[in-house]
């Protein structure tokens, strides 16, 4: 039974009144630091799903490697690729701090019964995805993730800065093949909305659902675990993204996006949670195939854990004999 669903042992409330004196106090809150079992738990669920996010996003983008247009790009695109394994496993470390194996949460990834980022669950269909990805998504993950940076758990802190400085030659290399695309012929142009078409709505739904329907912020805020709501960094994403596509000439995909002159901010239409909950629920485009891929290279990874235990082994009765 994975360790977020055991039942929750009651905390002594001394001990919650001091921990909960320390965030208050803005404190960082460290691994060897008495914590309430809810807030490790919190923790765990919302460090171990953006592992995995950082781990199946790799998907979608390698699918394009062997098809960019130049070696510039394919360099450009090994390499962000290459980051987000790196964020994986640097976040699966994270959740080491909290008493987690690791392979506790490979292991729930590949039986299906892990969460991950929705918006690894559309199809890549055009070399303009791959730009658009790099402005949308990594964009939309830095507008969560600078506020991450400032979370109360210090080893999540830490690593979201790390993090943070990678996502933005992400988003950049992005940007830039988003405007190639954006100056070149009539059909990169049309390529380039299209793929805008196809990944606004679901780059909105990165940030989880309304306030109103988030069982979880209430309290990730009050630890100070989150520092924003959903949807105040959905709107500073909007906010920050739709004159980025007016400079590249492109149509967001929503009719009713108005700037309010009162609020400062964007206003924008109804997201379909619908959707939402659908491609959460495990019926997304490409879920399945997501998780075939996954699981496939856990299979075919197999000889390399085998000879690395086997390793481990001999070097330990090396040092048993010595
Ligand atoms: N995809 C899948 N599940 C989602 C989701 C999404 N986009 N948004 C929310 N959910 C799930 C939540 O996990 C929760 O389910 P659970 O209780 O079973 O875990 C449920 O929907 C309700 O959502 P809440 O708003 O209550 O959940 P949170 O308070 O955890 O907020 C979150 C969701 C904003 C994603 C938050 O968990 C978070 O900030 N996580 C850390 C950052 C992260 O995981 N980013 C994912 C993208 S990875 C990435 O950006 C890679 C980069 O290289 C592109």
Redesign the pocket.
Known sequence: MPETTRPLPTDDPTQVAAFEARIAAGESIEPKDWMPERYRRQLT??MS??AH??IV?MLPEGNWITRAPSLRRKLSLIAKVQD?AG?GLYIYCGTETLGVDRFDLYNQLLDGTA?????FNYPTLAWADMGVIGWL??G??IV??TI?AKTSYGPYARAMVRICKE?NF?KRQGYEICMTLAKGTPAQREMLQDAVNRFWWPSL?????SDTH????AE?LKWRV?RKT?DELRQRFINLTVPQAQELGITLPDPDLRYNAETKNWDFGTIDWSE?QEV?AGNGPCNRERLEARRAAHDEGRWVRDAAAAHAAKRSQATAAA
Do not use: C, W
């Open positions: 669920r919302m799903q953006h996010s950082e996003g987000e964020h969460k991950y980022s929705s918006i998504v990594d939309a993950a969560n993730q991450l996502e992400h739904m990165m940030f989880g659902p988030s069982p979880n912020t990730l989150k959903n939402f959460i």
